[in-house]
Nanobody, 120 residues
Framework: QVQLVESGGGLVQPGGSLRLSCAAS????????MAWYRQARGKQRDLVAD???????NYADSVKGRFTISRDNAKNTVYLQMNSLRPEDTAVYYC??????????????WGQGTQVTVSS
């Protein structure tokens, strides 16, 4: 059984920073793309950023220059460094991973979500 466990959410003032972490555990053979999504209240879940196993990154236009995604392949962990936070960044942030388990089955997994609130 595979689990994605997120941490690092919370309440921060506009202009502040937060760092989210997501660790994958279980019978994992390999992990391809890892990503962060977010869902604001009453809205759809949208991609924030993703990163391939080789380190290639992709960002939503709304977070370019403010957020940085990274990963530690040895720890099966993905991070999201969020700087210059704005009230519109308020959402539940979800970790996502395309991975192959052992025995080999490829599937997409989601974390439980962590709340990020940007407010003064």
């Amino acid at each position: 059984q595979v689990q994605l466990v997120e941490s690092g959410g919370g309440l921060v003032q506009p202009g502040g920073s937060l760092r989210l972490s997501c660790a994958a555990s279980g019978r994992i053979f390999s992990i391809n793309t890892m990503a962060w999504y977010r869902q604001a209240r009453g809205k759809q879940r949208d991609l924030v950023a993703d990163i391939t196993s080789g380190g290639r990154t992709n960002y939503a236009d709304s977070v370019k220059g403010r957020f940085t995604i990274s990963r530690d392949n040895a720890k099966n962990t993905v991070y999201l460094q969020m700087n210059s936070l704005r009230p519109e960044d308020t959402a539940v942030y979800y970790c996502n991973a395309d991975l192959m388990t052992s025995p080999p089955i490829m599937n997409t997994y989601w974390g439980q979500g962590t709340q990020v609130t940007v407010s003064s």
